[in-house]
């Protein structure tokens, strides 16, 4: 069974960088054809999906928020990681990282369970 576990700091302030790290169990961030997401939740609003890397270590992010976006990983502590920067207050979500993979990487069937982000000063 997969696990995730987001972390990182609950509170951001404005024009600063959110820094989120999903942390994987029961399965490798290697394994072939498989993608890993970030995606968000702002208060009262649908599901955004953020950026993922790939199991190559490959990135590819929303067009809408390509500019503030990087996804990286470590692969020996088997955890990847969020980084947006510039951050505002319509930048405060709920923060999801979530597998995708067989067949499409918009499949997705582990998702962590979610950390709250707010961005006050």
């Known amino acids: 069974q997969v696990q995730l576990q987001e972390s990182g700091p609950g509170l951001v302030k404005p024009s600063q960088t959110l820094s989120l790290t999903c942390t994987v169990s029961?399965?490798?961030?290697?394994?072939?054809?498989?993608?890993w997401s970030w995606i968000r939740q702002s208060p009262g609003e649908g599901l955004e999906w953020i950026g993922y890397?790939?199991?190559?270590?490959?990135?590819y992010y929303s067009p809408s928020l390509k500019s503030r976006t990087s996804i990286s990983r470590d692969t020996s502590a088997n955890q990847f990681s969020l980084q947006l920067s510039s951050v505002t207050p319509e930048d405060k979500a709920v923060y999801y990282c979530?597998?995708?993979?067989?067949?499409?990487?918009?499949?997705?069937?582990?998702w962590g369970q979610g950390t709250q982000v707010t961005v006050s000063s």
């Open positions: 979530a597998r995708g993979g067989l067949g499409s990487w918009t499949n997705f069937d582990f």
């Open positions: 029961g399965g490798s961030i290697t394994t072939n054809s498989y993608y």
């Open positions: 890397i790939d199991y190559l270590g490959a990135t």
